[in-house]
Nanobody, 124 residues
Framework: QVQLVESGGGLVQAGGSLRLSCVAS????????MAWFRQAPGKERESVAT????????NYADSVKGRLIISRDNTKDTVYLQMNRLKPEDTAVYYC?????????????????WGQGTQVTVSS
């Protein structure tokens, strides 16, 4: 069993930055692909970024490329989402997710474990 706990959300002005963290408990963290998803009010959950177990492979949604950066520290069982040049349309609940294997995916149905989410609000 894997438990995921996100932190780092908050209120920020447009153009500002935040760093989200997700700490995982359980075994085999370095063997799991991880991802960040988000869900805005009234919208479906969408993928933001994914990273392989080693950190060598990453993929991003087009809407966040060049602004958001996913990374991980396997010594701390933690995955991060550095969010720069934030826009009001980035406002959402951000969720951390883990797969059972190492292949990256932008599809939510490929992820078995989910955190409770952290709210990010970007004011204009």
């Amino acid at each position: 069993q894997v438990q995921l706990v996100e932190s780092g959300g908050g209120l920020v002005q447009a153009g500002g930055s935040l760093r989200l963290s997700c700490v995982a408990s359980g075994r085999s963290f370095s063997s799991r692909a991880m991802a960040w998803f988000r869900q805005a009010p009234g919208k479906e959950r969408e993928s933001v970024a994914t990273i392989s177990g080693s950190g060598g492979l990453r993929n991003y949604a087009d809407s966040v490329k060049g602004r958001l950066i996913i990374s991980r520290d396997n010594t701390k069982d933690t995955v991060y989402l550095q969010m720069n040049r934030l826009k009001p349309e980035d406002t959402a609940v951000y969720y951390c997710a883990a797969r059972t294997g190492d292949s990256i995916s932008m599809m939510s149905n490929g992820y078995v474990y989910w955190g409770q989410g952290t709210q990010v609000t970007v004011s204009s």
